[in-house]
């Protein structure tokens, strides 16, 4: 059995010249009862960025740039390009919008981030309708501690955000080459409460990390407040 020493989550988005605790990530076991069951893989260029993104089920990415343009595309088996993402990044290297191509074409949406380049709003669109708006709520320690989901067909609801200090997030976005999605929360999360529009909590969920010899995250799971698991992953690096 694990002895996990503390409690967490991470919410997505890093940049060079942030705090960075210099792991970068090779692979990903997900053991996570929805959605889990596959290992991805990561292979990166010389200057960091992610290069491709493979699972052992056969799915592909490959990530290309070109000038103020990121675009991560799914291969089949032959190489071919099946759906894509393109992200359009700032003079900071963040990405202000994204258009989806091929069977995503209709599919778009954007970013805003603050002046420590951590996401202040996302938004999707479908089919050019605006389905959902997040407002995220950042401290002074560079830690998201809450999101405001907006959809316009449902309701409002919430996620309120608890953080580690006692080491650095080692599995932001940043840790996977992926500059151009902003600056990770500085910390590891501890606990998320999710709140419904009601202002009734339906959820907490707590995390608990082990790491290894270099003070990285090894391994984390997640559980729901009835001690169902909520999300279990291990974690190796180069």
């Known amino acids: 059995m694990l002895a996990f020493v503390a409690l967490l989550i991470s919410i997505p988005a890093c940049k060079k010249g942030n705090t960075f605790s210099g792991a970068k990530v090779y692979q990903v076991n997900n053991f996570s009862p929805i959605g889990g069951g596959y290992t991805e ?8 960025t992610v290069a491709t993104m493979v699972k052992n ?15 991560v ?9 099946t759906s894509a993402i393109a992200y359009i990044t700032n003079s900071s290297g963040y990405s202000t919008s994204w258009q989806g191509q091929f069977v995503d074409q209709h599919n778009s949406g954007g ?14 669109y479908v089919n050019k309708v605006l389905t959902n708006t997040d407002n995220y709520t950042n401290n002074s320690a ?24 006692s080491n650095l997030n080692t599995i932001g976005v940043q840790d996977f080459g992926q500059y151009y999605l902003g600056v990770s929360s500085s910390d590891l999360l501890s606990t998320d409460v999710q709140i419904n529009q009601n202002g009734d909590t339906t959820d907490i969920i707590t995390y608990g990390y082990r790491y290894n010899g270099s003070s990285y995250v090894d391994t984390m799971v997640a559980y729901h407040r009835n001690g169902e698991l909520a999300d279990s992953l291990t974690y190796t690096y180069y």
Request: no cysteine; charged share 10%.
């Open 41 to 48: 893989t990561f292979t990166y260029n010389a200057n960091g």
């Open 142 to 165: 560079k830690n998201a501690v809450e999101i405001q989901h907006v959809s316009p067909s449902t309701t409002t609801v919430y996620d309120y955000y608890t953080f580690l200090s």
């Open 73 to 81: 595309a799914q291969l089949n088996g032959l190489g071919q390009t």
């Open 111 to 124: 970013f805003s981030y603050d002046v420590n380049g951590m996401l202040t709003q996302a938004t999707t």
């Open 57 to 71: 089920n056969g799915t592909k990415y490959a990530v290309y740039y070109e000038g103020d343009t990121v675009t």
